[in-house]
């Protein structure tokens, strides 16, 4: 048997959930990404109007910012599971990581949530 193997298998599922949750971000960084487009080719027929090119703009660097950040939260939750294995093997106590990090991404991704719902409602009014 494996020593600590309940320890491991929680490290393992939370690196999973980590992934799960960052491929997620990267769909849906993509995701911002397309449907920019979607609003370019939908926008003349349905308002007879373009969007503007901030608009364009912001929906590329929305997009592009989820997926370096899904990107970032992987190499993040890799390096996290990596000390958390070490670390659950020795024998000597080692202090807490914190919540920093886990905080940082969050707001991070509130902010990005914000400008999103923004973006959108300013392209949804202004075609009406």
Known sequence: MIKNFGDHAANERTFLAWVRTAIAVM???FLIERFDLFLQIAAPSLANRKLSPEGEE??????????ILGTAMIAIAAARFLVTAKN???DEPHPSTGARVDLALAALLVLLGLS????????FV???
């Open 27 to 29: 769909a849906f960084g």
């Open 58 to 67: 912001f929906g590329k660097i929305a997009g592009f910012a989820l997926i």
């Open 88 to 90: 659950i093997d020795s």
């Open 116 to 123: 999103l719902v923004l973006y959108l409602s300013h392209a």
């Open 126 to 128: 202004a075609k009406l």
